[in-house]
């Protein structure tokens, strides 16, 4: 065998939500092929949304995923709301944001604690992370707990929240019910700034990307659960507007559709989130960014480690923000009768922006729905970065740069079960 042909095959990536392969294949002493597999089943969501009445999507996407069920609720009743030209209340708009603070705070906190931070630890997981920092792992459990408490006390439930509604929801706490859950917040934040302070002590390899970088803004707060959509190389635009510029495409070796953006590769995500927004952050996140070294932007994915732990700490602000002002909305939820017409929602899931679309018949059934999750737009950004991390770094042996190649995939905390809803379907009958 030539020596200069190597071939770097990884079966199942580990640490990572879903299941999804790596083959690099090199040539000559060059690099000839980077292809991340996305081999889940396609899950065919926006299929069997289709003769469903309108009601009935933010309840069934929130299936979609387990880790971040809110972003599929929110971007869902954004999109059937708009299509039904109902505008939410501002104090039930508030009350889905403290929700999504809740998710926030414990994806983030998985993400963080238990699936990227032994990559820079030198630890295979969490398990062996804890026999020797068990105070560390703990506290990330702590957090990871407050997230859940939160989401379970606004959305009913922590998995797959059960008082989402078209609207707003089916009952809304009192100011006094709130009081336990805040508590619990104010304790997390401690935990969240050394969180913060942690992260920024680890080592970091030298990678700066060129991508363009798509977000929400959102009025001059970070944005969460709605807002116009920001890009790094050109002007911001309406979310009706998105599939005008975000283009799909499917690639032989991935059950997930590539996407661009006016033809070029682009990230969303904490990172873009960040960069594009990080003169919103809260007082005390702020501080915490700038005392773990970021500047306004941030462009090296194996840092997003400290962007997500500084966008906990202001979730948690923002959270304890609303709460500090919160009075019972005078009614749960403003009714939504349907109408045809087409509709765009968007919000900022843990792991960027979330796009759906949904039209509506004339019976109030759903004729058609489109579901564009983060980690299907990251994955041409991603197989780019690994091709120029592999190209760099040649002089490592096999197992060394197989493992660079899976920490470059968890910086980015892909949720490959949620990219796995498409796929462009030929039949041919003889």
Known sequence: MNPENRTLSVGTLTRVEGEGALHVRLKDGELDSVELNIYEPPRFFEAFLRG?????????????????????????????????????????????????????????????????????????????????????VERGLRLKKAGNAL??????????????????????????????????????????????????????????????????????????????????AGPSFPVQDFTAHV???????STA??????????????????????????????QAAAAAGLSGECRNPFRSIIVRAVEVVYAIEEALRIIDSYERPPRPFVDVPARPGIGHGVSEAPRGLLYHSYEIDDEGLVSAATMIPPTSQNQAAIEADL???????LALDDAALTDLCERVIRSYDPCISCSAHFLKLTVQRQ
């Open 257 to 286: 559709l590539h996407a661009t953006l006016d033809g070029g590769r682009y990230l969303t995500g904490p990172l873009a989130r960040y960069s594009l927004n990080s003169s919103a952050l809260s007082p005390i996140a702020a």
């Open 52 to 136: 469903r009445a309108y009601t009935e999507p933010p309840d069934l996407t929130a299936r979609v995923c387990g880790i971040c069920p809110v972003a599929y609720q929110v971007s869902s009743c954004n999109a059937i709301e708009s299509a039904c030209g109902v505008e939410v209340d501002p104090e039930l708009v508030a009350l889905r944001r403290v929700l999504y603070c809740g998710e926030w705070i414990h994806s983030h906190m998985l993400h963080i604690y238990l699936l990227h931070a032994p990559d820079f630890l030198g630890y295979p997981d969490a398990i062996a992370l804890a026999r020797d920092e068990r105070e560390i």
């Open 151 to 232: 989401m379970d006390f606004v959305g009913g439930r922590a998995i797959h929240p059960i008082n989402v509604r078209l609207g707003g929801f089916y009952s809304v706490p009192s100011r006094s019910q709130f009081a336990p859950v805040a508590e619990q917040l104010r304790r997390a934040l401690d935990d969240a700034v050394a969180t913060v302070e942690w992260v920024a002590g680890f080592d970091f390899p030298d990678l700066e990307l060129d991508h363009e970088m798509l977000a929400l803004s959102q009025n001059g707060q970070y944005p969460i659960e709605n807002g116009v959509i920001a890009r790094s």
């Open 387 to 393: 091709a120029r991390v592999v190209s760099e770094n």
């Open 247 to 253: 283009r799909e495409s499917q690639v032989p070796h």
